[in-house]
């Protein structure tokens, strides 16, 4: 008999550090892969031809970021939960995925049409989304006490986020770096000096900054690519066939029977339509209150270094102040990050040091309640359980991409520039609204059904 490969050692088999390491990579990458183009995509898709830019319209804009994203959110539940749960290994599926997805990432980088990005972007969408599922669930299926470890793994997609823009910034958008002739080759460049704003190295921008940022979805693709491969090296997560119920699916929308589920997925929805509108809106935003196109990227990332502090905490959080409360202070968050951002009379700094609030918004919210997800669901579906949850995440910007043309549109005069304010304090009193609905109805079951922890 041959040795078992190391890749389907059980988790029993696997010391608990190295495990930690090896989801941590795993969660790094994951999110290093989207972090490149996130940040960029609004100012590249807006910017005028002449420009280097699309030179879309904000409702193709909305459309693009919204519906791309929504249809492969929806496709989820069927693409990955059913068949991670019932048919294949969750790390080869996610490595399949991703060799998909990185393909399509590279040729929509070459398009020029709106209906080619639309299409391009939806398949890459339908095969790149699930994956986010998935490796929730393949770190979940490998601890012992969830609560306690996924945050310590989860921080570290946050950090590959931050490591992701950051270089493609200083190395592609900058003029920061330049050939030499001499020991040590490759030196900083003239223009460039310290400051204690980030990026910390500032220069001169490349004078083709706008067309410069597509590059970001190729080197996302590159990303994808050794993604896939590091997924073959994980611990195998089979599939289980002699589940009681056929299709995990199904069972898992049994969960909308529990009231905190439903109060969860009803203010989730809410809060899902207004979440990715930041990403739709806030980069331009930044660049017409005067921020260099560069920085935008590397400005954004304050989110994701307020994130990793709280995420961190976030287990202590949940088990001293319990779900409720964290979730509440996630929509929270929400509210003033929004309020901040629409208050364009406040100086910049005050303004870019507002986006903190958004790692208060991913950690208190979207982590804690996919942590929620995971002890509401017994053990043979919870794959499915995250990937339905996902649903929330495919709805709520299709909402979110016509939202933003409507308010588009209804904020910005004949021949005029978008009000941002306007924009900004509608986003949030929709935030305001799934707050109020999670403060005054949500409850935590788990205390009742509780499911068994893995070994």
């Not at 804690?368 to 002890?375: E, Q, T």
Request: charged letters at 10%; hydrophobic letters at 55%.
């Amino acid at each position: 008999m041959t040795a078992e490969p190391a890749s389907s050692l059980p988790v029993s088999a696997v010391p608990p550090r190295a495990l930690t390491l090896r989801l941590s990579v795993m969660m790094f990458l994951q999110w290093a892969m989207f972090g490149l183009w996130a940040p960029l995509a609004s100012i590249f898709i807006l910017a005028k031809v002449k420009d280097g830019g699309l030179g879309f319209d904000q409702y193709q804009l909305g459309w693009l970021l919204g519906i791309s994203g929504s249809i492969g959110a929806l496709a989820a539940p069927f693409v990955a939960g059913q068949i991670a749960d019932r048919y294949f290994s969750t790390e080869r599926l996610m490595a399949g995925l991703l060799i998909v997805g990185g393909v399509l990432w590279w040729i929509t980088s070459e398009q020029t049409a709106y209906g080619a990005w639309l299409g391009l972007s939806i398949a890459a969408s339908l095969a790149l989304a699930p994956t986010m599922a998935l490796s929730n669930s393949l770190a979940f299926a490998h601890m012992s006490n969830p609560t306690r470890q996924f945050p310590v793994v989860r921080v570290w997609g946050t950090i590959g986020w931050i490591v992701a823009m950051w270089i493609f910034a200083w190395v592609w958008l900058r003029q920061t770096f330049v050939l030499s002739g001499d020991f040590p080759f490759v030196v900083l460049h003239e223009s460039v000096e310290l400051t204690w704003k980030p990026m910390f190295l500032m220069g001169r921008e490349h004078k083709d900054v706008v067309a410069r940022m597509v590059e970001a979805l190729k080197a996302g693709a590159i990303v994808a690519f050794v993604y896939a491969a590091y997924c073959l090296t994980l611990p195998n997560t089979s599939p289980k066939r002699d589940a009681a119920e056929k299709l995990a699916f199904w069972k898992a929308f049994h969960l909308f029977r529990r009231r905190s589920f439903l109060v969860l997925t009803v203010a989730a929805l809410l809060i899902a339509c207004i979440h990715n509108i930041f990403f739709m809106q806030t980069s331009n935003h930044l660049q017409l209150l005067g921020m260099a196109k560069a920085d935008v990227g590397p400005a954004m990332t304050i989110g994701q270094v307020t994130e990793i502090v709280v995420i961190v905490f976030l287990g202590w959080l949940l088990k001293r102040l319990g779900m409720r409360t964290v979730l509440t202070i996630g929509g929270v968050a929400y509210i003033l990050r929004f309020l901040f951002l629409g208050s364009t009379w406040l100086p910049l700094w005050v303004i870019v040091v507002s986006l903190g609030f958004h790692g208060i918004c991913f950690a208190c919210y979207y982590a804690a309640a996919f942590i929620y997800v995971d002890r509401l669901a017994d053990e043979d579906i919870r794959h499915t359980a995250q990937t339905l949850f996902g649903i929330l995440i495919g709805i709520g910007p299709v909402i979110g991409g016509w939202l933003n043309g409507f308010l588009a549109g209804l904020c910005t005069p004949a021949g005029g520039k978008l009000d941002y304010t306007g924009y900004w304090y509608t986003i949030a009193a929709i935030g305001l609204v799934a707050t109020v609905v999670l403060a005054a109805m949500f409850r935590d079951e788990t205390g009742k059904h509780q499911p068994a922890e893995m070994s």
